[in-house]
């Protein structure tokens, strides 16, 4: 790439896959942030249990094969996608190993979930590996009763203190995706590039 400054990639992974970068290019691994629609946003959520998908789906088992306790939200615009976000417990998020996002998808939907105050349920690609530690309980394998098993385990912990937590390290993560949190990243960037 040796037309290219600087390189901006949405997590380390992706960026370790590269190959051909040299020590004069600029390399920076910068998150995707969420939108501060999202701030001040207060839905009541539903009584039982609710967990959404916010995307499209794609050609894959999960998706064909979908849970009748997961609900689809496909190609909602912004001012409705923050307050439909706000109305489910847990966001799910997954992407296959055998495509191409996989690897290098920006971590969206983890920074739609910590802006909502949900849990989260994830496949473990390279987008949200920067933010999850290896042991996360949440952690989805491409098995569809691992998936069925993960949801049980969320329904018997719905409400108790074991829930708040999934939630809170969830939450926690929002000023990570914060672009005033990030300002610093991009400031650094364009100061070395005009060196």
């Keep these: ?86 109305e489910y417990h847990v966001h799910f998020s997954h992407r296959s190993p055998s495509i191409k996002d996989f690897y290098l998808k920006p971590a969206t939907k983890l920074a739609i979930a910590a802006a909502s105050n949900v849990a989260f349920m994830t496949s473990k690609d390279t987008s949200v590996m920067d933010f999850l530690p290896e042991d996360y309980p949440l952690f989805i394998s491409e098995d569809i009763d691992d998936l069925n098993s993960k949801y049980e385990l969320l329904k018997s912990k719905f409400g108790t203190n074991e829930w708040k937590d999934y939630v809170g390290f969830i939450s926690n993560l929002k000023d990570k995706f914060d672009l005033n949190y990030q300002q610093k990243d991009y400031k650094e960037l364009f100061e070395r590039l005009s060196e």
Excluded at 57 to 71: G, I, V
């Design 1 to 86: 790439y040796p037309y290219i400054d600087a390189f901006i990639f949405p997590n380390t992974q992706y960026k370790n896959m590269i190959k051909g970068l040299s020590d004069n290019q600029i390399i920076s691994v910068i998150p995707h942030h969420y939108d501060h629609r999202f701030d001040g946003i207060e839905v009541a959520k539903t009584k039982d249990l609710s967990v959404g998908y916010f995307g499209v789906p794609y050609q894959d088992f999960y998706f064909d094969n979908k849970p009748n306790w997961l609900e689809f939200n496909i190609r909602l615009d912004i001012d409705k996608l923050k307050y439909k976000a706000q």
